[in-house]
């Protein structure tokens, strides 16, 4: 991608402005409501109660393979290996982008097409291959409209969900030359034409993983358009980046995550295209690349496979079912993160992959609604994930943190006296006088004011309960 992300560290001001921005939310809540219309449709098409036992198997099967995660890398690895392909391993984004950009320069390439992939947006993969002079090009229809406006996804799966049929037209009118009002089928004809001439020129193809499978060295790759078949088939290299995370015991696993993985993304029954791969299909003159590369990737992975609540996080396919029913990533969109991974899961992933230091505001990015843990098909508790990251984010020393610490301390100081509670309550009333506007406290010092700046608050009562009983519940009506 061309664009970069917001800083994750202003996410407060990063949502303010896309709250201000109505063709947005528009545009998200359009999108996220078709998607959960048809994923509600897909389920009920495949009954309830046979849903909730796959989502089970799903998360059995994801847990015991990161379990054993060590044994299946090492397993995969060999019998890749033994089938043809070449299997590198990279720790982080560095070594990830150094090993891709090796391989482009061994085979000679210049012109590179990149079908979708999650992962390498992670690493920034097309940025770290242009400045080594690489003509990288994203061949997704979603992906390709954000590298054509500079921007960077905002949805897993739907990676342009931010933008409306008027601005894509807008923005093809300026690079293709297109009609500034051609409708939906004409927009993808141009970017159909404009990409083949891309996949017949391109030197290395390359692509993500969704599941790969120890049991016999293959990788699969799910997509409904066919730009990443053609980005695996037509260039003689092709390199497969996958987190350590995407590998599963056996190829008998697969048909329970292709029933899953459509059904709570897209609602579909199935995807278009499932192409799984086992070494290089080109090699003695048949059809496919020459050479399959496969780059296995940690980049903070293996950090969360230490404790059980943040190794669930790991379990995740990269269905985006958790975003379309998210009621913050509806109104805020996916850039407001500042992560390539936005929504709920990107809140629980992001900290863990990029740090606390700079994640720290993300997992308070959500009402805690528990939404994104019913439809998630692997049954991710992503609500106890949030709480868990929260509470690392209030035990870090920060100055902040510290203020917080006083002001509880005080308070907590207050309560357990009566006679300093009833002096801080009878100041308390007498200072709300200056703030009071009607019946409500309008504005407020420090964070009483942030409070009030989006919410009411109501003053405290005039006299105190334990001072009406006192004076004995005098009021007409009421037991004594």
Same mark, same amino acid.
């Not at 291959?129 to 994203?138: A, D, H, K, N, P």
């Given at each position: 991608?061309?664009?970069?992300?917001?800083?994750?560290?202003?996410?407060?001001?990063?949502?303010?402005?896309?709250? =201000?921005?109505?063709?947005?939310?528009? %545009?998200?809540?359009?999108?996220?409501?078709?998607?959960?219309?048809?994923?509600?449709?897909?389920?009920?098409?495949?009954?309830?109660?046979?849903?909730?036992?796959?989502?089970?198997?799903?998360?059995?099967?994801?847990?015991?393979?990161?379990?054993?995660?060590?044994?299946?890398?090492?397993?995969?690895?060999?019998?890749?290996? %033994?089938?043809?392909?070449?299997?590198?391993?990279?720790?982080?984004?560095?070594?990830?982008?150094?090993?891709?950009?090796?391989? =482009?320069?061994?085979?000679?390439?210049?012109?590179?097409?990149?079908?979708?992939?999650?992962?390498?947006?992670?690493?920034?993969?097309?940025?770290?291959?242009?400045?080594?002079?690489?003509?990288?090009?994203?061949?997704?229809?979603?992906?390709?409209?954000?590298?054509?406006?500079?921007?960077?996804?905002?949805?897993?799966?739907?990676?342009?969900?931010?933008?409306?049929?008027?601005?894509?037209?807008?923005?093809?009118?300026?690079?293709?030359?297109?009609?500034?009002?051609?409708?939906?089928?004409?927009?993808?004809?141009?970017?159909?034409?404009?990409?083949?001439?891309?996949?017949?020129?391109?030197?290395?193809?390359?692509?993500?993983?969704?599941?790969?499978?120890?049991?016999?060295?293959?990788?699969?790759?799910?997509?409904?358009?066919?730009?990443?078949?053609?980005?695996?088939?037509?260039?003689?290299?092709?390199?497969?980046?996958?987190?350590?995370?995407?590998?599963?015991?056996?190829?008998?696993?697969?048909?329970?995550?292709?029933?899953?993985?459509?059904?709570?993304?897209?609602?579909?029954?199935?995807?278009?295209?499932?192409?799984?791969?086992?070494?290089?299909?080109?090699?003695?003159?048949?059809?496919?690349?020459?050479?399959?590369?496969?780059?296995?990737?940690?980049?903070?992975?293996?950090?969360?496979?230490?404790?059980?609540?943040?190794?669930?996080?790991?379990?995740?396919?990269?269905?985006?079912?958790?975003?379309?029913?998210?009621?913050?990533?509806?109104?805020?969109?996916?850039?407001?993160?500042?992560?390539?991974?936005?929504?709920?899961?990107?809140?629980?992933?992001?900290?863990?992959? =990029?740090?606390?230091?700079?994640?720290?505001?993300?997992?308070? %990015?959500?009402?805690?609604?528990?939404?994104?843990?019913?439809?998630?098909?692997? =049954?991710?508790?992503?609500?106890?994930?949030?709480?868990?990251?929260?509470?690392?984010?209030?035990?870090?020393?920060?100055?902040?943190?510290?203020?917080?610490?006083?002001?509880?301390?005080?308070?907590?100081?207050?309560?357990?006296?009566?006679?300093?509670?009833?002096?801080?309550?009878?100041?308390?009333?007498?200072?709300?006088?200056?703030?009071?506007?009607?019946?409500?406290?309008?504005?407020?010092?420090?964070?009483?004011?942030?409070?009030?700046?989006?919410?009411?608050?109501?003053?405290?009562?005039?006299?105190?309960?334990?001072?009406?009983?006192?004076?004995?519940?005098?009021?007409?009506?009421?037991?004594?």
């Amino acid at each position: 991608m061309s664009g970069t992300h917001k800083p994750m560290e202003r996410f407060d001001h990063n949502a303010r402005e896309a709250l =201000a921005d109505g063709r947005l939310r528009s %545009a998200l809540r359009k999108a996220t409501g078709q998607f959960g219309e048809r994923r509600r449709a897909a389920i009920e098409d495949f009954g309830a109660e046979e849903w909730q036992a796959l989502r089970e198997r799903g998360r059995a099967l994801k847990d015991e393979a990161l379990a054993s995660l060590d044994v299946l890398l090492e397993r995969f690895a060999s019998r890749a290996t %033994a089938a043809g392909t070449r299997v590198h391993w990279a720790r982080d984004a560095r070594e990830a982008c150094e090993v891709v950009a090796g391989i =482009a320069t061994a085979a000679g390439a210049k012109a590179v097409v990149k079908a979708k992939s999650m992962t390498t947006e992670e690493l920034r993969l097309d940025e770290h291959l242009t400045q080594r002079g690489f003509e990288s090009v994203e061949t997704d229809l979603g992906e390709w409209i954000v590298q054509l406006a500079g921007e960077v996804p905002s949805h897993i799966i739907v990676p342009a969900i931010h933008r409306s049929k008027e601005s894509i037209a807008e923005l093809f009118h300026e690079h293709l030359g297109t009609d500034p009002g051609a409708d939906v089928i004409a927009l993808t004809a141009a970017a159909r034409q404009a990409l083949r001439t891309r996949f017949l020129a391109a030197d290395l193809g390359i692509s993500g993983v969704n599941f790969a499978v120890a049991e016999t060295g293959s990788i699969l790759i799910l997509e409904n358009e066919g730009n990443a078949r053609l980005t695996t088939t037509l260039p003689r290299v092709h390199v497969a980046v996958m987190g350590i995370e995407k590998v599963i015991a056996r190829l008998a696993d697969l048909p329970v995550f292709l029933r899953l993985l459509p059904r709570a993304g897209t609602g579909q029954r199935l995807t278009s295209y499932q192409s799984l791969l086992t070494g290089p299909g080109g090699r003695g003159g048949g059809e496919g690349p020459r050479e399959l590369h496969v780059v296995i990737l940690d980049n903070g992975r293996s950090r969360m496979l230490s404790r059980a609540v943040t190794r669930q996080a790991l379990a995740c396919i990269r269905c985006g079912a958790c975003l379309n029913v998210c009621p913050v990533y509806q109104n805020v969109g996916g850039h407001a993160y500042g992560s390539v991974y936005p929504g709920p899961i990107g809140a629980v992933i992001t900290p863990q992959l =990029a740090g606390l230091g700079r994640g720290a505001a993300l997992p308070f %990015a959500s009402t805690l609604c528990g939404a994104c843990r019913d439809v998630c098909p692997v =049954a991710i508790d992503i609500p106890a994930l949030l709480l868990d990251l929260r509470a690392e984010v209030v035990a870090q020393p920060k100055p902040a943190r510290r203020l917080e610490r006083l002001a509880f301390a005080l308070w907590s100081f207050v309560v357990r006296g009566r006679r300093r509670f009833e002096f801080a309550t009878a100041f308390a009333r007498f200072a709300q006088r200056f703030l009071i506007t009607g019946d409500r406290i309008r504005s407020g010092p420090m964070a009483l004011g942030v409070w009030t700046k989006g919410r009411d608050l109501r003053p405290l009562a005039k006299d105190s309960f334990r001072a009406l009983w006192e004076r004995g519940l005098k009021d007409e009506g009421t037991p004594r």
